[in-house]
């Protein structure tokens, strides 16, 4: 347990898991706990939780189910979106430029800094002295051939 006083302010990072949701993931964490790529009953039983999930964040968000993807951590989302949408956005001749800022997780940087070996040309933008991207620079810092803007809201 934390110490009664303490103050924790790296939600952004980690933070505990609401009751609602551990009451929801009790059954998979215990006794559900079957491979859903699996074709026996205790897998079919995890799939079809899946499909109601992403049915469920499908609705939240306001995309298909089939646009879902649930990744095992931030980083792999990260890399997942950043790396999928330059390259996506690279074979449609769409562009190659991509906008960010200095304070990003290391799984926005490196991603970037990967893609630079790809031909892509990255803007990382400074922060000022209170850790704050400038909003009229991001929208100056957009140009014609820029695919991806990756800045974050809070950083922990
Ligand atoms: C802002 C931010 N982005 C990405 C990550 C990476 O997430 P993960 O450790 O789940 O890969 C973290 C982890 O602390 C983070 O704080």
Redesign the pocket.
């Known amino acids: 347990m934390p110490p009664e006083r303490l103050v924790y302010l790296d939600h952004?990072?980690?933070t505990p898991l609401n009751p609602r949701v551990l009451d929801a993931m009790m059954p998979f964490l215990t006794s559900s706990y079957g491979n859903p790529s699996a074709t026996y009953g205790l897998g079919k039983t995890s799939a079809d939780a899946i499909a109601k999930a992403r049915k469920t964040v499908a609705s939240i968000i306001g995309c298909r189910p089939t646009e879902i993807v649930f990744t095992g951590?931030?980083?792999?989302s990260?890399n997942t979106a950043i790396k999928g949408v330059a390259f996506q956005q690279k074979k449609a001749r769409a562009g190659n430029h991509i906008v960010t800022s200095q304070i990003e997780?290391h799984?926005v940087l490196h991603a970037c800094q990967y893609l630079e070996r790809f031909g892509f040309e990255v803007t990382c933008l400074p922060v000022d002295g209170h850790g704050l991207v400038d909003p009229d620079h991001v929208a100056r810092s957009i140009r014609g051939e820029t695919v991806l803007v990756s800045v974050?809201t809070a950083n922990?």
């Open positions: 952004a990072a980690t951590a931030g980083s792999e990260i997780h799984a974050m922990n």
